[in-house]
């Protein structure tokens, strides 16, 4: 394919077609199902996903089908198919992306709001518009792509969820009902992913797995005056820090080795090369520390490391304190505390719970009654190397996009189906990339898409499809 081609070519489909289409999607107030109660009746995911298919069939793509498969009580999904461009190009690719979105999460900046799409500068703002609503433009305009410069692409199967927000409960579902038109894979393409800027091509190479544990501390059968029982009776927050100290050292904040992997070396060897390349970035872009906080650790390659293969324990929620200024003196009966505890790619969550439950449960402090409750939790992923066909066009598509070689990068947050569709299948080349990007806010407030970089991601994904195929 002829790269300058393709670029002049996206550059007038993003303003004739791209942007119009993503801009009428982002007026549809779709939530995700866990945020709206009236999804089943209110019919707001299915005229989303009926203008994705409206706009997906009038590209002018040939051999494109598209439906929206739904079954009762389920949420719809987005199906569309392409035709392989010749009978003898044998390679089948799956391309995934979701159109449901987070609650609004006002108020938004002046000027801006969730329902209706402003353009500002190099970035489009709107509610789903990077998170994850670009992907079904992008996806089939690469497809078109790619067909215009009249080169050839296998068999393309894209599907477009309607619940990633709401933890991807009916994904697995509709694709074993779907298993015998899709066929088997040989590449995934996810791209509900991240980047940590707009100047390099950037591929996601692991996902954090997740578990939530609530641990519940009782001491009395009901509170008492401070003074009465204090120095009798065990604080049930004072046991509560003994018992985390189990599994994390509250000095050092590092998680005890039963939870760790062994690192491969290759992923030591992408951390060392990100800090190397962005240096203090590595903090400043992810979060904003208060003034004078520093950070875990100088070195930046140990910070990498810490946020995408190391396991990490945050208390996200705490119950059975009143508020401090209304707090008086009482001796609280008891203490929960829930635990968002993040997990190495390669590590399975339900052995993480088990051994979670073990410490925090066995031999208590005083005899307290202690009480673990493991609740949904979300295995990692971890890719495998690259085919070399893959590796080859990523590299030229940078260089010629954006004047460098491609980076790998992990993940801290996670993607929990991933590991799901490589267990289902095991054969296949996972590519996973996105435009989540500095200021882009996913689920936050002023949610934007970085239009220039996503037509590079454009550009980029037709050529890596066409030369796959080739």
């Known amino acids: 394919m002829d790269y300058d081609k393709s670029i002049a070519q996206t550059e007038t489909d993003f303003t ?18 866990e945020y709206d109660p009236e999804w089943k009746v209110n019919g707001k995911l299915e005229k989303a996903a009926n203008h994705l298919i409206e706009w997906a069939k009038n590209q002018g793509v040939k051999g494109l089908t598209a439906e929206m498969v739904k079954e009762d009580n389920r949420t719809p999904l987005v199906f569309i198919q392409v ?96 298993n015998d038109r899709i066929g088997e894979i040989d590449m995934m393409v996810c791209m509900d992913s991240t980047c940590i800027d707009y100047n390099s091509l950037w591929i996601t190479t692991s996902l954090r797995g997740v578990v939530t544990v609530d641990l519940t501390v009782e001491c009395l059968q009901e509170s008492c005056h401070s003074g009465t029982g204090s120095g009798i009776a065990p604080d049930s927050f004072t046991i509560m820090r003994e018992l985390l100290d189990r599994v994390q050292d509250s000095k050092t904040q590092k998680v005890i080795d039963d939870l760790n992997v062994e690192i491969p070396s290759y992923r030591v060897d992408d951390a060392k090369k990100l800090a190397e390349l ?134 801290g947050g996670s993607i929990p189906f991933m590991n799901s569709i490589q267990k289902k299948y095991p054969k296949c080349d996972l590519l996973v990339t996105g435009v989540l990007g500095p200021l882009s806010n996913a689920h936050c407030p002023n949610e934007c898409l970085n239009v220039p970089y996503t037509k590079k991601i454009t550009v980029a994904l037709a050529h890596a499809i066409c030369d796959y195929c080739s």
């Open 16 to 33: 004739n077609s791209l942007i119009p289409g993503l801009c009428k999607f982002i007026e549809i107030d779709n939530l995700s199902p």
């Open 278 to 411: 962005i240096k203090e970035k590595v903090v400043s872009d992810k979060v904003k520390l208060s003034e004078g906080v520093k950070p875990l650790s100088d070195d930046m390659c140990e910070v990498i490391l810490n946020n995408t293969w190391r396991p990490t324990i945050v208390v996200v929620g705490m119950t059975g304190f009143p508020k401090a200024e209304i707090a008086g003196n009482v001796l609280r009966d008891k203490t929960t505390c829930r635990i968002s505890l993040r997990l190495p790619p390669t590590f399975d969550g339900g052995k993480a719970g088990e051994i979670m439950k073990k410490k925090l449960t066995e031999n208590p402090p005083y005899n307290c009654k202690v009480s673990v409750r493991i609740g949904e939790y979300g295995n990692g992923f971890a890719s495998g190397d690259l085919s070399e066909k893959l590796k080859v066009s990523f590299n030229k598509s940078s260089q010629k996009l954006f004047g460098k070689d491609y980076y790998c990068f992990g993940e």
């Open 83 to 178: 035709e392989p461009s010749s009978p003898d190009i044998k390679k089948n690719i799956l391309l995934y992306g979701h159109f449901d979105k987070q609650p609004h999460m006002l108020p938004w900046n002046e000027g801006l709001d969730p329902l209706k799409p402003t353009m500002k500068g190099d970035y489009l703002y709107g509610r789903g518009a990077s998170d994850d609503g670009y992907c079904t433009f992008t996806i089939v305009e690469a497809i078109k792509l790619i067909q215009l410069q009249g080169q050839k692409h296998g068999k393309i199967n894209i599907t477009i969820e309607g619940c990633e927000e709401s933890g991807s409960v009916d994904l697995m579902y509709y694709l074993e009902k779907l």
